[in-house]
């Protein structure tokens, strides 16, 4: 009798151990929506935030590196009139993934918008890196010390800040998104992708200027 | 000084030939260096700020055009040596590699070969790519005055 209820005893807490074990690990890894989000062929959803109205029937996905002069021309030259023409309408939303290949100082670079984005305030930190950056290569001036500063300059709490730099947390999402430019055939920055909500997808290789973008999104909208 | 541009030029051959040099080059490199795109549509673009990188390149070009086609002038006509030669070639070189690894195809490809050492040759050609075509634009002009004098000395064309 004693060994049956010692036996049941054990068999009752393994059950209870398993019910608790499974319902934390379910409360661990909630399911995020956004972790799975897709943009035609590409996996957006370790990217940015969308910039824009996220039910817009067009997505504009751009692989960029932080250190990249081109980018640089095409966030000053280009993206103000599609932010005005197309974004700001509502026509399109924009997609941002990072493909940090230029110098030891891009993926940082990258990794501290995530940071920022932790404190809402991804696209703040985007716009600062793009209106702070240096024509040259790892001089410097995305340094760790100087990303804090940006984000000093926004008023970001800076020990929760400094913390996700210094811990590399999203090392790997960097990772990830490189790794999609690649696997999509991205060889360079900027590169871009138009998708249209049926899927249609056209590819756009460099800084090109505003005209190339108008004709195609016009053509999708 | 004109009347053996004049010499040089008025053989069809050599015209043509600096007449594909120029086109050529200013091509590739308006290509390289994002003034210029194929695809997905043939269009033309020159960003605020990138005038300079646009001018140095046509003098580049330019250059290249005129030089390259009088040292074979002399070798071909005067049997002289290949040494100034030598020096066009490697001021066109020096000229067109800079800039042309930045964050494009060729920047990502030399950096995907050559991991490191790609990615600090990458950083170095783009950060002094305008200091990097002045002097193949000073090679260039170097090469042009001694060709042209020496051209003076060996053909004996008096002025």
């Given at each position: 009798?004693?060994?049956?209820?010692?036996?049941?005893?054990?068999?009752?807490?393994?059950?209870?151990?398993?019910?608790?074990?499974?319902?934390?690990?379910?409360?661990?890894?909630?399911?995020?929506?956004?972790?799975?989000?897709?943009?035609?062929?590409?996996?957006?959803?370790?990217?940015?935030?969308?910039?824009?109205?996220?039910?817009?029937?067009?997505?504009?996905?751009?692989?960029?590196?932080?250190?990249?002069?081109?980018?640089?021309?095409?966030?000053?030259?280009?993206?103000?009139?599609?932010?005005?023409?197309?974004?700001?309408?509502?026509?399109?939303?924009?997609?941002?993934?990072?493909?940090?290949?230029?110098?030891?100082?891009?993926?940082?670079?990258?990794?501290?918008?995530?940071?920022?984005?932790?404190?809402?305030?991804?696209?703040?930190?985007?716009?600062?890196?793009?209106?702070?950056?240096?024509?040259?290569?790892?001089?410097?001036?995305?340094?760790?010390?100087?990303?804090?500063?940006?984000?000093?300059?926004?008023?970001?709490?800076?020990?929760?800040?400094?913390?996700?730099?210094?811990?590399?947390?999203?090392?790997?999402?960097?990772?990830?998104?490189?790794?999609?430019?690649?696997?999509?055939?991205?060889?360079?920055?900027?590169?871009?992708?138009?998708?249209?909500?049926?899927?249609?997808?056209?590819?756009?290789?460099?800084?090109?200027?505003?005209?190339?973008?108008?004709?195609?999104?016009?053509?999708?909208? | 000084?004109?009347?053996?541009?004049?010499?040089?030029?008025?053989?069809?051959?050599?015209?043509?030939?600096?007449?594909?040099?120029?086109?050529?080059?200013?091509?590739?490199?308006?290509?390289?260096?994002?003034?210029?795109?194929?695809?997905?549509?043939?269009?033309?673009?020159?960003?605020?700020?990138?005038?300079?990188?646009?001018?140095?390149?046509?003098?580049?070009?330019?250059?290249?055009?005129?030089?390259?086609?009088?040292?074979?002038?002399?070798?071909?006509?005067?049997?002289?040596?290949?040494?100034?030669?030598?020096?066009?070639?490697?001021?066109?070189?020096?000229?067109?590699?800079?800039?042309?690894?930045?964050?494009?195809?060729?920047g990502f490809a030399v950096i995907s070969t050559f991991g490191s050492v790609g990615a600090t040759a990458t950083a170095f050609l783009t950060n002094y790519e305008i200091p990097i075509r002045i002097i193949a634009i000073l090679i260039l002009m170097i090469t042009y005055f001694t060709t042209i004098k020496s051209?003076?000395?060996?053909?004996?064309?008096?002025?």
């Amino acid at each position: 009798m004693n060994k049956k209820s010692g036996i049941l005893g054990v068999v009752v807490i393994s059950i209870i151990v398993v019910i608790v074990a499974s319902m934390s690990s379910s409360t661990d890894e909630t399911f995020d929506v956004e972790m799975t989000r897709t943009h035609g062929s590409i996996s957006t959803g370790m990217g940015s935030p969308l910039l824009g109205d996220p039910l817009a029937p067009v997505t504009i996905v751009e692989f960029g590196d932080y250190q990249c002069h081109q980018c640089y021309n095409w966030f000053h030259d280009t993206k103000p009139m599609i932010m005005r023409d197309y974004i700001e309408t509502g026509k399109v939303n924009l997609v941002f993934v990072d493909f940090a290949f230029l110098g030891r100082d891009s993926p940082k670079a990258a990794q501290a918008t995530y940071c920022a984005d932790d404190q809402s305030m991804y696209w703040e930190y985007h716009n600062s890196l793009y209106t702070s950056q240096e024509s040259k290569i790892d001089n410097g001036w995305a340094s760790s010390e100087r990303l804090k500063a940006f984000a000093f300059n926004l008023n970001l709490d800076m020990d929760s800040f400094n913390e996700c730099l210094d811990s590399e947390k999203y090392s790997k999402r960097v990772q990830y998104n490189s790794q999609q430019a690649r696997d999509n055939g991205v060889r360079g920055t900027p590169g871009f992708f138009i998708v249209g909500s049926d899927y249609e997808q056209q590819q756009i290789g460099g800084a090109q200027p505003f005209s190339v973008f108008k004709r195609i999104l016009d053509s999708m909208i | 000084m004109i009347e053996i541009l004049k010499v040089i030029f008025s053989n069809f051959k050599f015209l043509a030939l600096s007449v594909i040099i120029f086109s050529s080059m200013m091509i590739v490199l308006l290509i390289i260096s994002e003034f210029i795109f194929l695809e997905p549509y043939f269009v033309t673009h020159i960003p605020s700020g990138s005038e300079l990188g646009f001018i140095l390149i046509t003098i580049l070009s330019g250059l290249s055009a005129l030089v390259i086609p009088m040292n074979l002038f002399r070798i071909i006509h005067l049997k002289n040596s290949k040494q100034k030669m030598g020096g066009s070639i490697f001021g066109a070189i020096v000229g067109s590699a800079a800039g042309a690894c930045s964050c494009g195809p060729i920047g990502f490809a030399v950096i995907s070969t050559f991991g490191s050492v790609g990615a600090t040759a990458t950083a170095f050609l783009t950060n002094y790519e305008i200091p990097i075509r002045i002097i193949a634009i000073l090679i260039l002009m170097i090469t042009y005055f001694t060709t042209i004098k020496s051209l003076k000395t060996e053909c004996k064309i008096q002025f």
